[in-house]
């Protein structure tokens, strides 16, 4: 979220986000950290005249010593140099929509539920809002519960499910195995496996349709850039299997029909989400509900 205002300066805004927003958005439920950027708290800065000191036989440590002694607080960082109102640093800043703010990031806990957490954000705006001045905005520059809101990003995961199942059924099938204990445990141990693919795929083209990129070349960029990620991960997962399809005795004949299905489930789960999942992404997410409208440029030096 962005705080901004026409007829406040950033140390002032600085001081709301520190004292009011930030501490309240902490105490709710889920949320792990709130991290303040482009924050511009006072400080008074000293630009020394190297001339004028040399003139008075003084130094630098000379005026240092005397701004200690007359201060009940040690001044921070270093002296450069005419003394005049100032933030403690100058070298960083950042933007909203072209104009000079204060950005802030909640940060859930990790076992937190993102939309109930952002919920809770929503509510208690507000009333903090209602603690501030009529000049100070907050605006929202970026949401992830949206693309979890989102019907079709619920959905497209899980089609992959059932399609996977279904594939694998279809392999065991033509390879002469049949349903029983052995394969049904095999099948519902790979179910775990068979929506981790997908929904890596589907976050990966979120993630470039959020910074606002068409559906399509998302979902060909994003398919593209985790193709070898997905497929290195199948084939490692196969791996595992590998020594019991060559166990003997009855125990290797018993688990061998059980690594065959896994490796299957595992296989038939990364072809879906290399193809299945980017075609579907591309024709049904909607750049509209998950693209923020709002600009946010963070410049640091």
Same mark, same amino acid.
């Given at each position: 979220?962005?705080?901004?205002?026409?007829?406040?300066?950033?140390?002032?805004?600085?001081?709301?986000?520190?004292?009011?927003?930030?501490?309240?958005?902490?105490?709710?439920?889920?949320?792990?950290?709130?991290?303040?950027?482009?924050?511009?708290?006072?400080?008074?800065?000293?630009?020394?005249?190297?001339?004028?000191?040399?003139?008075?036989?003084?130094?630098?440590?000379?005026?240092?010593?005397?701004?200690?002694?007359?201060?009940?607080?040690?001044?921070?960082?270093?002296?450069?140099?005419?003394?005049?109102?100032?933030?403690?640093?100058?070298?960083?800043?950042?933007?909203?929509?072209?104009?000079?703010?204060?950005?802030?990031?909640?940060?859930?806990?990790?076992?937190?539920? *993102?939309? %109930? /957490?952002?919920?809770?954000?929503?509510? @208690?705006?507000?009333? =903090?809002? $209602?603690? #501030?001045?009529?000049?100070?905005?907050?605006?929202?520059?970026?949401?992830?519960?949206?693309?979890?809101?989102?019907?079709?990003?619920?959905?497209?995961?899980?089609?992959?499910?059932?399609?996977?199942?279904?594939?694998?059924?279809?392999?065991?099938?033509?390879?002469?195995?049949?349903?029983?204990?052995?394969?049904?445990?095999?099948? *519902?141990? %790979? /179910?775990?496996?068979?929506?981790?693919? @997908?929904?890596?795929? =589907?976050? $990966?083209? #979120?993630?470039?349709?959020?910074?606002?990129?068409?559906?399509?070349?998302?979902?060909?960029?994003?398919?593209?850039?985790?193709?070898?990620?997905?497929?290195?991960?199948?084939?490692?997962?196969?791996?595992?299997?590998?020594?019991?399809?060559?166990?003997?005795?009855?125990?290797?004949?018993?688990?061998?029909?059980?690594?065959?299905?896994?490796?299957?489930?595992?296989?038939?789960?990364?072809?879906?989400?290399?193809? =299945?999942?980017?075609?579907?992404?591309?024709?049904?997410?909607?750049?509209?509900?998950?693209?923020?409208?709002?600009?946010?440029?963070?410049?640091?030096?």
């Amino acid at each position: 979220m962005g705080i901004s205002s026409p007829s406040m300066n950033l140390a002032q805004l600085g001081s709301f986000a520190d004292n009011l927003i930030s501490p309240t958005l902490s105490t709710l439920n889920g949320v792990a950290q709130v991290e303040v950027y482009g924050q511009k708290r006072y400080a008074v800065r000293i630009n020394v005249k190297a001339d004028a000191l040399a003139a008075r036989g003084l130094t630098l440590d000379d005026l240092a010593a005397t701004l200690k002694s007359a201060n009940a607080n040690t001044p921070l960082g270093t002296l450069n140099a005419e003394v005049l109102d100032s933030v403690e640093v100058i070298k960083s800043g950042s933007w909203v929509n072209g104009e000079r703010a204060i950005v802030m990031a909640v940060q859930r806990q990790p076992d937190a539920n *993102t939309v %109930a /957490v952002v919920d809770d954000i929503y509510t @208690a705006l507000p009333h =903090l809002q $209602n603690q #501030m001045p009529d000049s100070i905005r907050v605006q929202i520059m970026n949401d992830r519960s949206k693309s979890i809101r989102d019907t079709a990003a619920t959905i497209i995961p899980t089609l992959s499910l059932p399609i996977s199942i279904i594939g694998t059924i279809a392999l065991m099938k033509w390879l002469g195995y049949s349903l029983d204990n052995i394969s049904l445990l095999g099948i *519902t141990l %790979a /179910v775990g496996l068979v929506v981790d693919d @997908a929904i890596v795929m =589907l976050e $990966n083209i #979120m993630r470039h349709i959020e910074n606002g990129m068409a559906p399509l070349r998302a979902a060909l960029i994003g398919s593209k850039e985790m193709g070898f990620t997905i497929v290195s991960i199948s084939v490692s997962l196969v791996a595992v299997f590998i020594p019991i399809f060559f166990m003997p005795g009855v125990i290797g004949l018993m688990f061998h029909e059980f690594a065959v299905v896994v490796s299957l489930a595992i296989l038939v789960s990364a072809l879906v989400s290399l193809t =299945l999942i980017p075609m579907l992404s591309s024709k049904f997410l909607s750049a509209q509900n998950v693209h923020n409208q709002n600009s946010f440029v963070w410049n640091g030096v």
